[in-house]
């Protein structure tokens, strides 16, 4: 079944969102999540709150509580296998900020884009394409990453990069990550990167970045081998968020440069008994499938488009035009970002574990034994 708004994600796993960043509100629908998960509203509320706009000086100064409800799905304490349902209520929404930008494109936006194939677009901060609308996708990433802890897989992102300022991973602290305003596991990184934004700010622009994301305790075995592959649905998965522009599975670009007899990784017996890699350099998948190993990859992101500087554009008259946007906005996107590379890479891998329940009769088979 086609699907017109794109506003679909998974397979067994699925989640639906809506809402538009000045509209009443965004939320996400959640089906195929097994009844007898523990889950409340704060499982939920943990990892919006690494989102939330107003967190340091380089994140916008909206004051948002961004306050999760579940409206459906949950009975005393537990999911009950039936769709879960969730909300949270725009609040502190601004929309004459943006009213005069209906009438021209926003360069870097998708302004332009949306007019082209809807006919007319909802100005108030992008509407439907506006990073409001990953409220709904950390919302239902929390659910999949507190069914996948059940299953012994943890999924942590982390920025590693910020304009030209990169972390050292001499100096890989996964402890500080929490430590510092721009989730870098390097303090020193750290400290760079925030002197950039500061400087950028200042100038009134902003800065790209680059999230990475380990996914660990990923058994082998998982992933589809032709369309339904681990690492294209985790590579759509990603780009689909919006200031996103690549996306690297292992050593990504380098492996473009290398030799084969250096990006190979070589196998060995393990103290199991089972096979292991020497190396990663696949980043934990191998012909789409994963291999048992780390899961890795890196998420890039464009500068955030709404800058103060005065830009070049056109109205919807035809004419030139000069602007100088005006509000509320983020001089860079990469640390709100990195919970949603988060989430998103785990509902893509709890809904390929689901998938994959069925590519084994032995797996049925046992599965129905105990009926």
Not at 245 to 266: C, H, P, T, Y
Not at 336 to 354: G, I
């Amino acid at each position: 079944m086609q699907i017109m708004s794109g506003s679909v994600f998974g397979t067994i796993f699925r989640i639906s969102t809506w809402g538009e960043s000045h509209g009443t509100g965004v939320g996400v629908v959640v089906d195929g999540c097994p009844a007898g998960l523990e889950l409340s509203e704060q499982d939920i509320q943990i990892y919006l709150n690494r989102r939330k706009p107003g967190q340091s000086r380089f994140s916008t100064p909206r004051s948002e509580e961004d306050a999760v409800e579940i409206l459906s799905g949950v009975f005393e304490g537990r999911t009950t296998g039936t769709p879960i349902s969730m909300i949270v209520y725009n609040k502190t929404q601004r929309s004459g900020d943006y009213s005069e930008i209906a009438s021209y494109y926003r360069p870097g936006h998708a302004d332009y884009t949306f007019d082209k194939k809807y006919g007319f677009r909802d100005y108030r901060g992008g509407g439907r394409s506006s990073g409001r609308e990953t409220i709904a996708r950390v919302a239902a990433g929390a659910v999949a990453a507190k069914l996948l802890k059940e299953l012994g897989v943890t999924v942590q992102a982390y920025t590693c990069a910020i304009g030209d300022v990169e972390i050292d991973y001499e100096h890989f602290d996964r402890n500080e990550i929490y430590n510092n305003m721009l989730y870098m596991p390097d303090s020193k990184a750290a400290e760079q990167a925030s002197a950039l934004l500061d400087e950028k700010r200042g100038e009134g622009d902003s800065v790209g970045g680059v999230v990475e994301c380990v996914i660990s305790g990923l058994k082998a075995g998982i992933g589809e081998p032709v369309f339904e592959k681990l690492d294209a649905n985790l590579a759509k998965a990603v780009v689909s968020i919006g200031a996103v522009k690549a996306v690297e599975i292992g050593d990504g670009f380098g492996a473009a440069k290398a030799l084969g007899s250096r990006n190979n990784d070589f196998f060995r017996i393990g103290e199991d008994g089972q096979p292991v890699k020497v190396t990663n350099h696949a980043g934990g998948i191998l012909g789409g499938i994963s291999d048992g190993s780390d899961v890795l990859l890196k998420a890039y992101f464009k500068p955030t488009p709404s800058i103060f500087k005065k830009q070049q554009t056109v109205n919807r008259a035809g004419e030139n035009i000069d602007i100088q946007i005006k509000g509320r906005h983020d001089p860079i996107i990469v640390p709100r970002a990195v919970v949603v590379v988060e989430s998103m890479a785990a509902l893509t891998v709890l809904d390929l574990m689901l998938m994959s329940m069925t590519s084994d009769l032995n797996h049925i088979r046992t599965f129905f034994e105990r009926l």
